[in-house]
């Protein structure tokens, strides 16, 4: 039992602190900047949407007013099955192209249709809910200019509203840190869906059915020996949730696409098979085990602390008050105002969410085919 509580907590200290840890340490010693040059080749924006008229208006605006050439740049809307006006007010705007597929089939499967026809140099992947920052398209290009880079993930701002969306604010900038870190020492393993650029010709083909298309795709670049790196300069906006059941409906069909990942490629968790195997189990598959580590953490602490050790006690009363804290959190909003009680509760709800994921994905094989929410699909 002691060496099961050590081991459990070895895993979540390497899952949530060493790993960031030795991310910096690469980023220090090892340093592998990215060679930025101004320029501006065609490039083709591609916006699919399920529904979504009611933000797309204001979306193609949005896209109409970045800082690019406009003879450069080509907008595409892909309409996912789409019942509601989406594809008149994407033919309503001059200059876009609609591409419209009666039956939903979700994103990646749009994407396999789509992307094969375009032919710009670049293709910029955004959603339709965020606004993108006017000089986000040339911040992206400029990373592309470097020969190794193959994908450039903007950054995604959330704007925090009430405690709850504190608490998410504080954790999406605690993975913001950590991607960071692994674009400055080499790679990213996923990149913000929400706004990323990507060589067309480095682009894989994309099977239809993903849940996590922007891992997929830098993924199968990364296998190629392509970079996908992190471009701060480019950003993209959102509202993180307010909702604690909306993001946690959120956080488990991004996990369950993890482990629809595994499935579909399983050699992305074989130590050495994919070069960035050792920044998937650091930043990906621990944290899929976290929960299970946890458990056995609390159950391993409570045997020995019933068999006398005081040490173990007070490691079970530190869990135990880690855990009734996020309680706090949920059942008394008013006790979010405090910083440990926000973190508590982010941290409780990422690994409860990482409890229910695999189930989650055995059940419901229909994850890829999203739906519009108010919070954020990071």
Same mark, same amino acid.
């Given at each position: 039992?002691?060496?099961?509580?050590?081991?459990?907590?070895?895993?979540?200290?390497?899952?949530?602190?060493? =790993?960031?840890?030795?991310?910096?340490?690469?980023?220090?010693?090892?340093?592998?900047?990215?060679?930025?040059?101004?320029?501006?080749?065609?490039?083709?924006?591609?916006?699919?949407?399920?529904?979504?008229?009611?933000?797309?208006?204001?979306?193609?605006?949005?896209?109409?007013?970045?800082? =690019?050439?406009?003879?450069?740049?080509?907008?595409?809307?892909?309409?996912?099955?789409?019942?509601?006006?989406?594809?008149?007010?994407?033919?309503?705007?001059?200059?876009?192209?609609?591409?419209?597929?009666?039956?939903?089939?979700?994103?990646?499967?749009?994407?396999?249709?789509?992307?094969?026809?375009?032919?710009?140099?670049?293709?910029?992947?955004?959603?339709?809910?965020?606004?993108?920052?006017?000089?986000?398209?040339?911040?992206?290009?400029?990373?592309?200019?470097?020969?190794?880079?193959?994908?450039?993930?903007?950054?995604?701002?959330?704007?925090?509203?009430?405690?709850?969306?504190?608490?998410?604010?504080?954790?999406?900038?605690?993975?913001?840190?950590?991607?960071?870190?692994?674009?400055?020492?080499?790679?990213?393993?996923?990149?913000?869906?929400?706004? =990323?650029?990507?060589?067309?010709?480095?682009?894989?083909?994309?099977?239809?059915?993903?849940?996590?298309?922007?891992?997929?795709?830098?993924?199968?670049?990364?296998?190629?020996?392509?970079?996908?790196?992190?471009?701060?300069?480019?950003?993209?906006?959102?509202?993180?949730?307010?909702?604690?059941?909306?993001?946690?409906?959120?956080?488990?069909?991004?996990?369950?696409?993890?482990?629809?990942?595994?499935?579909?490629?399983?050699?992305?968790?074989?130590?050495?098979?994919?070069?960035?195997?050792?920044?998937?189990?650091?930043?990906?598959?621990?944290?899929?085990?976290?929960?299970?580590?946890?458990?056995?953490?609390?159950?391993?602490?409570?045997?020995?602390?019933?068999?006398?050790?005081?040490?173990?006690?007070?490691?079970?009363?530190?869990?135990?008050?880690?855990?009734?804290?996020?309680?706090?959190?949920?059942?008394?909003?008013?006790?979010?105002?405090?910083?440990?009680?926000?973190?508590?509760?982010?941290?409780?709800?990422?690994?409860?969410?990482?409890?229910?994921?695999?189930?989650?994905?055995?059940?419901?094989?229909?994850?890829?085919?999203?739906?519009?929410?108010?919070?954020?699909?990071?």
């Amino acid at each position: 039992m002691t060496l099961l509580f050590w081991l459990s907590a070895a895993g979540v200290l390497l899952a949530y602190a060493g =790993y960031p840890l030795l991310m910096a340490v690469r980023a220090r010693l090892r340093p592998q900047p990215v060679r930025r040059a101004a320029q501006t080749p065609v490039l083709d924006v591609v916006v699919v949407v399920h529904n979504g008229a009611a933000h797309l208006a204001t979306k193609l605006a949005n896209l109409m007013a970045q800082n =690019y050439p406009v003879d450069a740049m080509r907008l595409h809307v892909v309409c996912d099955g789409c019942t509601d006006a989406s594809a008149a007010i994407a033919r309503a705007c001059n200059g876009v192209q609609v591409h419209e597929f009666s039956q939903r089939r979700g994103k990646s499967a749009c994407l396999a249709d789509v992307v094969p026809q375009l032919r710009g140099e670049l293709v910029l992947f955004t959603d339709v809910r965020q606004r993108v920052e006017a000089g986000a398209a040339r911040a992206l290009a400029a990373v592309l200019a470097d020969p190794q880079v193959g994908a450039a993930s903007g950054e995604l701002m959330l704007e925090a509203d009430g405690d709850y969306g504190r608490g998410v604010d504080a954790y999406w900038r605690y993975e913001k840190a950590i991607r960071k870190l692994e674009s400055a020492s080499g790679s990213l393993v996923g990149v913000t869906g929400a706004l =990323y650029c990507a060589r067309r010709q480095a682009l894989p083909a994309i099977p239809p059915g993903l849940v996590l298309d922007d891992m997929w795709i830098p993924l199968a670049m990364a296998a190629q020996g392509w970079r996908v790196v992190f471009e701060p300069a480019a950003r993209a906006w959102d509202r993180a949730a307010t909702d604690p059941l909306a993001e946690e409906r959120r956080k488990r069909r991004t996990l369950a696409g993890n482990f629809q990942l595994i499935h579909r490629w399983p050699q992305l968790a074989i130590p050495g098979a994919h070069p960035l195997a050792l920044r998937l189990w650091g930043h990906k598959w621990l944290r899929l085990l976290a929960p299970w580590l946890l458990l056995a953490m609390l159950l391993s602490s409570a045997w020995l602390a019933l068999d006398g050790s005081r040490f173990f006690g007070l490691m079970l009363a530190l869990q135990l008050g880690g855990w009734l804290t996020a309680l706090a959190g949920r059942l008394l909003p008013g006790t979010a105002r405090w910083l440990p009680v926000r973190l508590a509760t982010a941290f409780a709800s990422l690994n409860t969410s990482a409890l229910i994921a695999l189930p989650d994905y055995l059940r419901n094989r229909q994850a890829h085919l999203w739906q519009i929410t108010p919070a954020r699909d990071a």
